[in-house]
């Protein structure tokens, strides 16, 4: 790195426009510095006076003016965009012209529920900022799966004239996390076979030797894999062809039942992963199901990498539930000695917000607590595609 680059400290405007919220974030990529952030909540919903994106930015625009930052003032280095699909065309962060707005926007068939708002997101933001626009896509980090992994067993005909495969998502995290993890242990990433935990309120796994992924739960879209919040994660595939027989429901409507009413939510009627361990703790006979199988799914996915891997290394849990769910993590070990996976209780009570081992001394297996920072891998391949 030059010595400008050093020194450069303009910062980068991180976005992540959803369906009903923007999340902003504005931080000095190379430092990790960050000036301000926050999010903008209830997009066009009833009674909202934020109409759309373009509403959302102006709303974020006058919080920072409160906070005594002019956006149009301050020297802006690029606006980095988070972007959930890439489909088959991006497997790295791309500057945003209006050809590769199209194709995000065609790509919404992959992910009906994030590329839509992704664009119209981007769209406002690039009439209101005059810099570089990149978009980082959750899909790249996974673009590189083997074929024995990203492939489905169907027609190949079929799967290729609509772009079906394992796409994979979180890949930010999982890619930052994989890196971040290498640097608390001291081992160079290429020596490392990482099994990787991303759990909130969306969850994936993913398997990563040497720095690359070679697996991971989600697939075509991130409905695919662990239990979620409000997602099923893996069901048969025929239940689709059963429930539209059997109730009636519309494709759309299993969809949306699916995404929006399953998961913990539609196991134990709470989304707050807090909340559900204290109906747990509290004797809830449904909330008990339904952290059992929360946590069944987990060791079903742990159990297949190490399987994939031949081994592993180390297994890294992160994001919300991952980081600050001791519970969780306990739950997830708890009878995996034999295969050099256990905690330190005392050590994995502390709720650290620092990458740390919580594993005893000598495991054969390092189970560690790495935080997740999406924000800043955003602004950092964001800065590098425009440096």
């Known amino acids: ?66 906070e005594g930052i002019d956006l149009g003032k301050v020297p802006l280095r690029a ?30 068939a992959l992910a009906p529920l994030h590329n839509p708002a992704a664009v119209t997101g981007i769209e406002a933001a690039r009439e209101h900022y005059d810099v570089p626009h990149v978009a980082v896509f959750d899909t790249a980090y996974f673009s590189s799966l083997p074929a024995a992994a990203s492939t489905y067993a169907v027609p190949r005909e079929l799967a290729e004239k609509h772009s079906i495969r394992r796409y994979g998502f979180h890949g930010t995290s999982h890619q930052f996390v994989a890196q971040a993890t290498a640097e608390l242990l001291g081992h160079p990433l290429v020596d490392l076979r990482q099994v990787i935990l991303h759990l909130g309120n969306g969850c994936s796994a ?32 025929g239940l689709h062809a059963y429930l539209a027989r059997e109730a009636g429901l519309t494709l759309d409507e299993i969809e949306a039942l699916l995404n929006k009413r ?19 703790e509290a004797g809830d006979e449904d909330a008990r199901l339904a952290f059992d199988v929360f946590i069944h799914r ?42 050099g996976i256990a905690v330190d209780p005392s050590r994995n009570e502390d709720d650290s917000t620092q990458p740390r081992v919580i594993s005893p001394d000598g495991s054969r297996v390092v189970v560690a607590v790495v935080p997740t920072n999406e924000e800043l891998a955003i602004a950092r391949q964001t800065a590098d595609l425009v440096r």
């Open 79 to 108: 606006v980095g965009h988070r972007v959930v699909h890439g489909g088959p065309d991006f497997s790295e962060p791309v500057v945003i012209d209006d050809a590769v707005l199209q194709r995000i926007r065609q790509l919404s």
């Open 1 to 66: 790195m030059s010595q400008s680059q050093h020194t450069d400290d303009r910062p980068v405007l991180v976005l992540n426009a959803g369906s009903s919220s923007l999340k902003y974030q504005l931080l000095v990529p190379e430092s990790g510095e960050v000036r301000t952030g926050g999010v903008v909540e209830r997009i066009g919903e009833r009674g909202s006076d934020v109409a759309d994106p373009a509403a959302a930015l102006e709303t974020m625009t006058d919080r920072l003016l409160e």
């Open 262 to 280: 399953s998961g913990v939510l539609g196991l134990s009627g709470v989304n707050d992963f807090r909340e559900l361990v204290h109906l747990v």
């Open 298 to 339: 987990l060791k079903h996915y742990v159990g297949a990498y190490l399987a994939i891997l031949g081994g592993a290394d180390v297994l890294v849990f992160t994001a919300g539930i991952g980081q600050h769910s001791a519970t969780v993590r306990a739950a997830v070990a708890e009878g995996l000695d034999e295969l």
């Open 206 to 237: 993913s398997a990563v030797r040497g720095g690359r992924p070679v697996e991971t739960s989600m697939g075509l879209t991130p409905l695919q894999g662990l239990v979620m919040g409000t997602r099923s994660g893996d069901v048969d595939p």
